[in-house]
């Protein structure tokens, strides 16, 4: 399943929903998204004209940090949410966290590129540059270690709940529990294994992270909202 069929299939459990894009690049995701207003952040798209977009959107040509500082609206908060920038564990994480707090209680955040194919994607930015040059040309792609995230989110982030859906397993689903989860068995418990893990810990911890099918993540997420109605606040 590619991104945009994802997004879109969250975005339509809203009445007008509000999408927020970072990392924006060609369009490619943006263009096909369907959602009442978009907010696209990127700092170097790949075009100039904007027509080939469509309407009802605001493209801000700046880093996300920049965005959530002087710009994202406090009372219009966004009900889906998806994180495609630059590609470390830091700033995904700076993101992340931004996000959330401009987010509604039922909002879906989607972070891309959690599932690097290979030792060399996985690389953080500084090895990456380094070392890219220096292989055959076979590594092209570029997850970085955002692959930490799932880490991070699973051990740190108890009132966030994460789903990897089996149709789209590059990206992971996240949204807000309205009470916490217990931890109990986290694949990295201690910070330096967060910070220090590399290609070979991901592949260990996939177990750690298994998929299910989007309907039941969809299921799973609707008696979520179900909950927070409930919970009136
Ligand atoms: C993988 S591309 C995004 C692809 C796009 N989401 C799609 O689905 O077609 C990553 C983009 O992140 C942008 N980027 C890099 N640093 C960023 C930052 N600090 N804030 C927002 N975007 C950033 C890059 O300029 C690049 O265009």
Redesign the pocket.
Known sequence: MQ??ELINSFLSLFDQPRYL??????????KEIKADWRVG??????FEDESFLGEDFEMFR??????FADHVEIGKPFDVA?I????TAE?TLR?FTNVMSFTKNDAVVII??IRPANWCEALHLDLWLKVVPMTDGSYTGWTGDVFKLLYLIETFFPSIEMRISAEAPNQVICWKRTKSRLIEKPFASRLYEIATAQYPQFLLSKQNFTTSSLESIIGEYKQSCAEWAASGR
């Open positions: 991104r945009p894009e970072i990392g924006v690049e060609k369009g490619l995701t943006f952040v990127d700092p170097q798209p790949k700046i880093p996300s940090d920049k965005y998806f495609d920038g630059l590609h700033q993101d891309d590129d």
